[in-house]
């Protein structure tokens, strides 16, 4: 048995914050703004695999409103999500993800995010892949202003599942 979810998040840059995409820190004069971390591809992850147990989003497990979530790790908060999947019963098929942003340059970061993706999803990283693209200097994105990512995934059914 197979499920499909897709997952897509944007969030605004701001001076004096680090910025974390894939669970990594990528060097920048700016970073993302959120009630957590505010990494923006691992919420995309987070919520492709929740659309894909039809457990609504991250927002409704971890609300913006509960200081318990203020400045948390996503990773963590991916993980617990995680151990949802695979306790129904499935494992990761693959998954697709792309990051729209205008600077910094994504490139030498993708094969971290790559690994790091795949180590929290208990998956081999040839399960993932990550892509960056510009708007062309367009819209929020093109103009700095903040990140996007969406992503696709696949769950499949566990051997033992
Ligand atoms: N933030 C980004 C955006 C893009 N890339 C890489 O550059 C290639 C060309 O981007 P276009 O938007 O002009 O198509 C893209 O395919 C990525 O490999 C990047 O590293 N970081
Ligand atoms: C992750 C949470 C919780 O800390 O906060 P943010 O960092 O604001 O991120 P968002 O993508 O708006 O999603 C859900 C939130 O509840």
């Not at 923006?40 to 979530?69: C, Q, S, W």
């Not at 510009?134 to 996007?148: H, M, V």
Request: charged content about 20%; hydrophobic content about 40%; glycine content about 12%.
């Amino acid at each position: 048995m197979f499920r499909v979810g897709q997952g897509f998040d944007v969030h605004e840059f701001a001076e004096g914050r680090p910025l974390i995409i894939g669970g990594v820190t990528i060097p920048y004069e700016k970073g993302l703004i959120g009630h957590s971390d505010a990494d923006v591809l691992l919420h995309t992850v987070t919520d492709a695999a929740l659309g894909a147990i039809g457990e609504g989003d991250i927002g409704r497990h971890f609300p913006d409103t509960d200081p318990e979530f203020k400045d948390a790790d996503s990773a963590k908060l991916l993980s617990y999500i995680w151990k949802m999947v695979e306790a129904r019963g499935y494992q990761l098929g693959n998954i697709d993800c792309t990051i729209i942003a205008q600077a910094p340059k994504m490139a030498p970061h993708i094969e971290a995010m790559r690994n790091r993706i795949a180590g929290l999803l208990n998956a081999d990283p040839s399960q993932v892949n990550v892509k960056a693209t510009t708007t062309e200097k367009l819209g929020f994105t093109g103009r700095g202003e903040g990140i996007a990512s969406q992503a696709t995934i696949l769950l499949v059914q566990s051997n033992n599942g």
